[in-house]
Nanobody, 119 residues
């Protein structure tokens, strides 16, 4: 059973930066797609960025300029966020698929890490 654990969230002033981490454990099988979702307060989760294997990346339009997703090995995922804005506030979740190219059908989810951006 794969477990995903996010870290790196916290309280940060607008204009600052954060690097969120997602660590996968309990897997000897490479994860196909890894992704970050953002859930603003009172809102549903929305895909922020994803990466297929170690290559193709996808970014939501709102994330393309300030967000960078990277994967350094089979079980470590990062989300670099720069120039943080209050709208970035929310819980960031790590998700992954085992075989599917569609992250919307993620097989695994982390518990999330809270990011709070002060105005």
């Amino acid at each position: 059973q794969v477990q995903l654990v996010e870290s790196g969230g916290g309280l940060v002033q607008a204009g600052g930066s954060l690097r969120l981490s997602c660590k996968a454990s309990g897997t000897d099988i490479g994860l196909r797609v890894m992704a970050w979702y953002h859930q603003a307060p009172g809102q549903s989760r929305e895909l922020v960025a994803s990466i297929v294997d170690f290559g193709r990346t996808h970014y939501a339009d709102s994330a393309k300029e300030r967000f960078t997703i990277s994967r350094v090995d089979a079980g470590t995922l990062y989300l670099q966020i720069s120039s943080l804005k209050p709208e970035d506030t929310g819980v960031y979740y790590c998700a992954a698929t085992l075989f599917s190219l569609d992250v919307n059908g993620a097989d695994y989810w982390g518990q999330g890490t809270q990011v709070t951006v002060s105005a």
